[in-house]
């Protein structure tokens, strides 16, 4: 990766985290997770192969795993990881295709995998912790209050990308 596009993720990240850090003020165990639109963004933009999109992903991982107050924060350390390797092969398979909606479409996708398996770890741990799942009240009551908040965060985080990519992208072409 050139050192313009290394300075790019890291300003994208550094959106994210403040974006994350302000949604600390919404109470709950869950919250929407916007690093992953702008680490989608990011990955959009540069193209990155595929090892370095697995380093965006762990870097937004610790971000989001740092700066949360999830369930399971460290499930982050898992989950971006996977929502970045599944943003740059998703990406590149619509980028030839749909030119204009394969970001929003691309984030979509990421945000569903990044959300389900965090979502697939946090169960993992509450199935193998039973005092934890006495906590989360029922394993299904807890997929069922998160299922609808990945959804909504991946409709939303396809919106985000798709309003801010064409702007990013016409700058970088300078």
Request: with cysteine; proline share 6%.
């Amino acid at each position: 990766m050139k050192s313009r596009d290394i300075a790019l993720v890291g300003i994208l990240l550094a959106a994210g985290a403040i974006v994350r850090y302000m949604s600390l003020v919404i109470p709950g165990p869950i919250v929407a997770n916007l690093v992953i639109a702008f680490y989608s963004l990011a990955i959009i933009l540069v193209v990155p192969k595929i090892s370095e999109a697995l380093g965006i992903g762990i870097i937004a991982g610790l971000i989001s795993a740092l700066i949360s107050h999830s369930i399971f924060p460290p499930a982050n350390l898992i989950s971006e990881p996977i929502g970045a390797i599944v943003c740059i092969l998703i990406f590149m398979a619509l980028k030839d295709r749909m030119k204009l909606a394969a970001p929003g479409i691309t984030t979509f996708i990421t945000t569903l995998a990044s959300g389900f398996s965090f979502v697939g770890v946090v169960v993992i741990l509450l199935l193998a912790a039973p005092g934890m799942l006495a906590q989360a009240v029922t394993l299904t009551g807890f997929v069922m209050a998160v299922v609808p908040i990945v959804v909504i965060t991946a409709v939303v985080n396809g919106i985000i990308v798709s309003m801010l990519y064409p702007a990013a992208s016409r700058v970088l072409e300078r």
